[in-house]
């Protein structure tokens, strides 16, 4: 399949009531979008990372009454899991999208890699992008503009992630759905391009990271 772009029927995916008729709506309607999204950034990330990229898509398995307000698609260098591993999403609530680099909570080298952000932040800051934003829930759409956040309170986030037993980290873009809708496949693929290679700083510090943390 060809991806051409997340539209409105995607998006009210997340108004459909109850969670087997939403679980299907996802697998129908989404899931065939991410496994063409997968198919294009996993060579991508591979490249731009230098590690092998495998792509995850999120299933809900867990879920038992609650439908899933959002849903993703996951690169990360493990076939078999990416929750524990600092990894890259494609993903959807029903009032955006949004592409991240991502730390969650099973990470665990996450105290280290709060430790070097501490230390780089001066240079990592200059290198990601004024208008990209932050998350330290992966479950909330609520997010954190960097440029209307002072160093101060990027240090003590990054102090959070390395003290907080479910801290987490996630840096990217969201893109609303009108505008969403408004992009063709390639355009929304180009930005996302663009979007993982200002991210690439912070992967590369989880690398470090993670080697220390061995």
Known sequence: MTFTGFNDTDFNVFSINGLDERMEGLKSIIRPKFEALGTHFAPTLSALT??????HIAKHARRSVNPPNDTWVAFATNKRGYKMLPHF????????????????YEAPMKAEYGRLLQE???EIRAKIP????????HMKPEVLKQSEFS?????AMFTRLQTVKKAELLCGITINKEDSAKMSGDEFIEKIERTFEALMPLYKLSQEASLANV
């Open 130 to 137: 004024g208008d990209f934003v932050w998350s330290i829930d």
């Open 120 to 122: 780089n932040w001066s």
């Open 50 to 55: 230098g590690d092998e990229m495998f792509t």
């Open 89 to 104: 999403q494609i993903g959807l609530w029903g009032t955006h999208v949004f592409a991240w680099f991502a730390l969650i």
């Open 151 to 155: 160093d101060d309170e990027f240090q």
